[in-house]
DNA sequence: CCTGAAAATCGTGAGAT
DNA sequence: ATCTCACGATTTTCAGG
């Protein structure tokens, strides 16, 4: 899909706020009201905005613990590899999956409530888990900044 | 602010689509649409849900990498440490930031169009910044999960 | 592609329980 | 606290340029 000017400044303003009305929007962009609606229309359709969700504040719903997590593999054969990513994903409390090389194979991002919640969950992504030789955790101390902004 | 059992189920629901009417949110939690609509303000004015914003497929607007980045300070005092977290959190490029403790400091996820830019942006984070000591780059192959959803 | 208006849907507040 | 209802605003569709 081709994005012009008006679609990208649409997109700015939608990853920061996606409660502006189509009306404020067409405002912030010069173009009318249904012309607002047929591109966002458009760009949900497409896949470039891929969902529109509200953010939660950890801390206020009694999950105030980030934590890092570097998890090196035993074996990276495809079909073990595949299993533990999956493991992963499927956990509520891994909020991001990275797939990466050097030092480590997968950084994860995990929100929890206490470290007595980590502790099990380790158990249950690590060690049970088969295929992991090892992991480093680390606690958020602050997260200073916590967006999927894109810079356009 | 306390949530009730129907808060956290709203929650749950717009953390995953926040474009679900009050009405669909209503006869999911078994409300009145107005009673919805009084709870989403609510939440919305105590910061339990901070923000509602689009997110974008970074991939589908020329911006297909993302980087995570340990990054070592050279001295730890106080008013050093917040000038290098402005920079950081101030970077458009960077989505997430977060401080740690043990073998690195700061720990940044950062979403670039091609490696060209992300040595730019090395040079002005880090090498011009004074006060690194050093970082760590990694590229990542798949970024399997991306949310910030709490587990509730 | 756009605009502008009509139609349908939605969000919001008042009043009652 | 909740619900129902009604009003105003918004979204969405459609005709015409």
Redesign the pocket.
């Known amino acids: 899909m081709h994005l012009d000017a008006?679609d990208l400044k649409l997109l700015r303003l939608l990853q920061v706020d996606s409660k502006l009305?189509?009306?404020q929007l067409s405002e912030s962009v010069n173009?009318?009201?249904?012309?607002v609606?047929?591109?966002i229309?458009a760009m949900e359709g497409a896949g470039v905005i891929t969902s529109t969700v509200a953010v939660v504040d950890p801390a206020l719903v009694n999950r105030p613990i980030t934590i890092l997590v570097e998890v090196k593999l035993e074996n990276e054969r495809l079909d073990l590899f595949d299993a533990v990513k999956k493991r992963f994903v499927d956990c509520p409390q891994v909020q991001q999956v990275y797939y990466v090389t050097g030092d480590f194979d997968f950084m994860l991002i995990m929100n929890v409530k206490d470290m007595t919640e980590y502790e099990q969950l380790t158990r249950e992504l690590f060690f049970d888990s088969g295929n992991i030789k090892g992991f480093k955790t680390y606690v958020a101390m602050q997260r200073s900044k916590a967006t999927f902004n894109v810079p356009i």
Chains 1, 2 share one sequence.
Not at 31 to 35: G, T
Request: aromatic residues 8%; hydrophobic residues 25%; glycine residues 0%.
């Open positions: 008006y009305t189509q009306r173009l009318s009201p249904s012309a609606n047929r591109r229309a």
